[in-house]
Nanobody, 124 residues
Framework: QVQLVESGGGLVQAGGSLRLSCAAS????????MGWFRQAPGKVREFVAA????????SYADSVRGRFTVSRNNAKNTMYLQMNSLKPEDTAVYYC?????????????????WGQGTQVTVSS
């Protein structure tokens, strides 16, 4: 029903910035929230950020709060993750996700729709 395609990943030096984009297509009912997860090699997938598509609320993992900002362009059906002050420990595959609610996003619910991921590598 919904397809998500990430872009914007790549290589960056510590302290630099990247902006990830995620374009959504297709149609589904009761899709009110979006967000981002990341997974480093040998580690479990972890929550990064979530927001409603309306922009009414946002939430961030403690590890990225103050450095990362989630946003969206509803007219383009696109979500963004602005990443500033990047650290080597931010290196991971980043996945965009959309679902029913911010709770579903944070929980990684099976009902969510997931992108294929984009690699972010931060060098020291």
């Amino acid at each position: 029903q919904v397809q998500l395609v990430e872009s914007g990943g790549g290589l960056v030096q510590a302290g630099g910035s990247l902006r990830l984009s995620c374009a959504a297509s297709g149609r589904a009912f009761n899709i009110y929230a979006m967000g981002w997860f990341r997974q480093a090699p040998g580690k479990v997938r972890e929550f990064v950020a979530a927001s409603t598509w309306s922009g009414g609320s946002t939430s961030y993992a403690d590890s990225v709060r103050g450095r990362f900002t989630v946003s969206r362009n509803n007219a383009k059906n696109t979500m963004y993750l602005q990443m500033n002050s990047l650290k080597p420990e931010d290196t991971a595959v980043y996945y965009c996700v959309t679902g029913v609610s911010s709770w579903d996003i944070r929980q990684g619910s099976e009902s969510n729709y997931w992108g294929q991921g984009t690699q972010v590598t931060v060098s020291s």
